[in-house]
């Protein structure tokens, strides 16, 4: 057992269970002035403690580079002074947002006298269970607090030290407005057992939200006895349209690959109307093999980028068992991988989360939404054009989360959407789709309005 990590009990989760449920009716009724209080106070905490916050972020590092974990995997377990500070603009960013528990849409007068509308009021308490980020500790708290929710946070056993830290100083930030230090708990233990309890608790949780690996997402989806908000997977899409801006095109393309590789939100596949393959991908893939990023081609591109960048190939024989890691140097250090390879019919579904990405030549915009609808993952999809019907289109029949015209994939963050923070991205239908926010951890209750009316 980790020396930062409690022993798990049987009664760990089911007492965190009541202690949630107990501190959900307080957090509802606690005005928007005391919730803005306490995201600032945790604000204030963050930059006051990111000497100490990042020394138990060094002793997570240190173990899982211990243990062996993937490079992008250490990267999202990274809690950098630049993460602190963006978590403490999260939270002051939703300070300042109106707070929209209590307020009345919708509201009709009936023939009968009365009035029906929809008040807006918290879900109640939500499970959390998410790998690597350290950071989800604080979105996670600071968008329960302002939903005015209860939250029970289960992060990654790799992260141990550095979210129990973080949920040191939340737990501080409630306190110190007043509201119950109990509305939002970490389980503090990181026996997997934990996990299978707290996603069968519906008396006590109202919805579980992962967020991590498509396996743990599939694991929790199958074993929740209560709703689950989630995605599986981050298969992204950018499509250069004919026509198109091309300086645009190269700029937002090489944002959405390579500013950073391992999150959800980074383009994944590249398709390229033909027409303007030829002007565009030669300078596209120059930048890329510039930066090390892979590509795994269909013929058509494959025959532009080869000469072009007079690049080696694999034989498609030795493709067709490629594996998606990241490409390296091979064993003997000598040769490097590829960087151009021709892409297998499984290239088209992968989420990478590493320097790889597959290129595909498509005849125009009904091939790419096509190609999209089905491959992709209904996560995040962009069209780089400077036609505004095809934008219209794709904006319609792109059945995505998030879809995106004439800018970088990477935007698709509750961050970035002015939303504050970001809970996770949701590629279901219902309750929430997209960048979960304030909003998507609240729901709706019918109030109705009379001055003694009686039904006839």
């Known amino acids: 057992m980790d020396d930062h990590a409690q022993a798990y009990t049987p009664e760990l989760v089911p007492t965190l269970g009541r202690q949630a449920r107990a501190a959900a009716a307080q957090m509802a009724s606690a005005s928007a002035a005391t919730k803005a209080a306490a995201l600032?106070?945790?604000a204030a905490l963050l930059r006051?403690?990111?000497?100490?916050?990042?020394?138990?972020n060094a002793l997570d590092l240190e173990r899982a580079r211990a243990a062996g974990l993937a490079e992008p995997l250490l990267d999202r377990l990274r809690l950098s002074a630049a993460a602190l500070e963006t978590c403490a603009q999260g939270c002051e960013q939703l300070a300042a947002l109106p707070d929209l528990i209590g307020e009345i849409s919708g509201l009709?007068?009936?023939?009968?006298?009365?009035?029906?509308g929809q008040m807006r009021v918290p879900i109640g308490v939500f499970g959390m269970i998410y790998e690597s980020r350290p950071n989800v500790t604080i979105e996670?708290?600071?968008?329960?607090?302002?939903?005015?929710?209860?939250?029970?946070?289960?992060?990654?056993?790799?992260?141990?030290?550095?979210n129990r830290a973080l949920a040191a100083l939340v737990q501080q930030a409630l306190g110190a407005a007043g509201l119950p230090p109990e509305a939002v708990q970490l389980v503090p233990c990181t026996d997997r057992a934990a996990v299978g309890q707290l996603i069968a608790l519906p008396q006590y949780v109202d919805v579980i939200i992962p967020r991590g690996g498509k396996g743990l997402i599939e694991r929790i989806s199958a074993e929740a006895k209560v709703p689950v908000i989630k995605h599986l997977d981050g298969n992204c899409h950018t499509y250069v349209d004919d026509p198109c801006d091309l300086e645009l095109a190269l700029r937002v393309t090489d944002n959405a690959k390579t500013q950073k590789y391992s999150p959800c939100n980074a383009t994944e596949s590249l398709l390229?109307?033909?027409?303007?393959?030829?002007?565009?991908?030669p300078r596209m893939g120059a930048v890329f093999a510039a930066k090390g990023v892979q590509m795994r081609c269909c013929p058509e591109s494959l025959a532009i980028l080869q000469p072009a960048l007079g690049l080696a190939t694999t034989a498609p024989s030795a493709a067709a068992s490629h594996d998606h890691a990241a490409p390296a140097s091979s064993a003997n250090g000598n040769a490097p991988t590829p960087l151009l390879v021709p892409a297998t019919e499984a290239d088209w579904g992968t989420e990478y989360l590493a320097a790889i990405i597959s290129i595909k030549l498509v005849a125009g915009l009904d091939e790419a939404i096509a190609h999209i609808n089905r491959y992709g993952s209904q996560h995040t999809d962009a069209i780089l054009t400077t036609s505004h019907v095809h934008a219209q289109r794709f904006l319609r029949e792109v059945d995505s989360?998030?879809?995106?015209?004439?800018?970088?994939?990477r935007f698709a963050d509750g961050f970035e959407y002015g939303l504050g923070a970001e809970i996770g991205i949701s590629t279901d239908k219902f309750h929430a789709r997209g960048p979960v926010g304030v909003e998507g951890l609240t729901s709706l209750k019918y109030v109705v309005l009379g001055q003694g009316e009686v039904r006839g």
């Open 140 to 162: 996670a708290a600071s968008l329960a607090i302002k939903s005015g929710n209860a939250c029970i946070l289960r992060g990654g056993s790799e992260a141990i030290a550095s």
């Open 401 to 409: 989360s998030s879809v995106m015209v004439n800018t970088s994939t």
């Open 108 to 116: 009709r007068q009936q023939p009968s006298g009365i009035r029906v």
């Open 40 to 42: 600032r106070a945790l």
């Open 48 to 56: 006051q403690h990111g000497a100490p916050l990042q020394a138990a």
């Open 272 to 281: 390229v109307a033909r027409a303007v393959a030829g002007a565009f991908l």
